[in-house]
Nanobody, 114 residues
């Protein structure tokens, strides 16, 4: 059974930073892709960023230059460093991994407000 545990969400002022973490546990050998989606209030879930095992990354246009995704393969953990946060970044952030299938975390809330 694979489980994902997220942490790092919270309330931050515009222009501030947060770092999200997501650790995968269970019987895991090699995770191909790790990433993040988010769901703003009243909107559909959307892609944020992903990172392949070899380190290649991809970002949504709305977060390029502000967010950085990284992973620690030894710890089966993915991180999302979010800088220069904007009110429109307010959302529930979900991590996911592509292993034998797609697994999702429970979500962590990020609120950007003054």
């Amino acid at each position: 059974q694979v489980q994902l545990a997220e942490s790092g969400g919270g309330l931050v002022q515009p222009g501030g930073s947060l770092r999200l973490s997501c650790a995968a546990s269970g019987t895991i050998n090699s995770i191909r892709t790790m990433g993040w989606h988010r769901q703003p209030p009243g909107k559909q879930r959307e892609f944020v960023a992903h990172i392949l095992r070899g380190g290649d990354t991809n970002y949504a246009d709305s977060v390029k230059g502000r967010f950085t995704i990284a992973r620690d393969n030894g710890k089966n953990t993915v991180y999302l460093q979010m800088n220069n946060l904007k009110p429109e970044d307010t959302a529930v952030y979900y991590c996911y991994i592509l292993y034998d299938k797609t697994y999702w975390g429970q979500g962590t809330e990020v609120t950007v407000s003054s």
